[in-house]
């Protein structure tokens, strides 16, 4: 399984304009496509960060695709008043005690490992963080992307609603520190979201 992320950081006051265009005409379109699973997006509405994110069958499914969404990736992003950045990911990690209702939240790291040491820092997600995440109030869902040319990798973590986002934030910085040493993980950013569409259709990866 694949993913491609678009990040865009939008002036805040166009957020909510956005996140309409792309539930009711960027979704319909994508989920459409061929080898299509699905899209979540993610907002940000104090910094305007926004992260749309396909998923799709396989990377050919994907690839295909890149050229018919670019005018469309413009579009959107000309809406928002930001430029596209766009990512392409291996979906390494997903895993979901239960699907995210209104009101979740989710809280991304990107880290960076030497590309040799990627598969080592998988296993250290899957058999370390995800059984202690499981562990904290309001889990719903994990999940695991991985670039493994340049070592680049995020995580996802929901939780189901802002309170419990709130309630883990001190137990989920003690647990990035102690998986990114024994993964070898440099971390390059740590935020917090409003999950704003919940449609990845994405099986259990573990």
């Given at each position: 399984?694949?993913?491609?992320?678009?990040?865009?950081?939008?002036?805040?006051?166009?957020?909510?304009?956005?996140?309409?265009?792309?539930?009711?005409?960027?979704?319909?379109?994508?989920?459409?496509?061929?080898?299509?699973?699905?899209?979540?997006?993610?907002?940000d509405?104090?910094?305007?960060?926004?992260?749309?994110?396909?998923?799709?069958?396989?990377?050919?499914?994907?690839?295909?695709?890149n050229?018919?969404?670019q005018?469309?990736?413009?579009?959107?992003?000309?809406?928002?008043?930001?430029?596209?950045?766009?990512?392409?990911?291996?979906?390494?990690?997903?895993?979901?005690?239960?699907?995210?209702?209104?009101?979740?939240?989710?809280?991304?790291?990107?880290?960076?490992?030497?590309?040799?040491?990627?598969?080592?820092?998988?296993?250290?997600?899957?058999?370390?963080?995800?059984?202690?995440?499981?562990?904290?109030a309001?889990?719903c869902?994990?999940?695991?992307?991985?670039?493994?040319?340049?070592?680049?990798?995020v995580?996802?973590?929901?939780?189901?609603?802002q309170?419990?986002?709130?309630?883990?934030?001190?137990?989920?910085?003690?647990?990035?520190?102690?998986?990114?040493?024994?993964?070898?993980?440099?971390?390059?950013?740590?935020?917090?979201?409003?999950?704003?569409?919940?449609?990845l259709?994405?099986?259990?990866l573990?």
């Amino acid at each position: 399984m694949y993913a491609r992320s678009t990040t865009i950081n939008a002036a805040p006051a166009s957020i909510d304009a956005g996140v309409a265009r792309v539930r009711d005409e960027v979704m319909p379109m994508l989920t459409g496509m061929d080898g299509c699973i699905g899209l979540s997006m993610l907002v940000d509405r104090k910094s305007g960060r926004c992260i749309t994110t396909s998923a799709w069958q396989s990377e050919e499914a994907m690839r295909a695709t890149n050229e018919a969404l670019q005018p469309i990736r413009e579009r959107i992003a000309a809406e928002l008043g930001g430029s596209p950045m766009v990512q392409e990911w291996e979906i390494a990690v997903l895993h979901r005690d239960h699907r995210s209702t209104a009101g979740a939240c989710v809280r991304a790291t990107w880290v960076k490992v030497d590309p040799a040491n990627l598969d080592r820092a998988i296993d250290v997600y899957k058999l370390a963080s995800l059984p202690r995440l499981e562990d904290l109030a309001g889990f719903c869902s994990a999940s695991l992307l991985v670039d493994r040319e340049s070592g680049r990798a995020v995580s996802s973590v929901t939780y189901d609603s802002q309170e419990t986002l709130d309630g883990s934030r001190e137990a989920a910085a003690s647990m990035r520190a102690s998986t990114a040493k024994d993964a070898g993980a440099e971390m390059v950013d740590v935020g917090e979201f409003e999950l704003a569409i919940a449609h990845l259709r994405v099986p259990e990866l573990t």
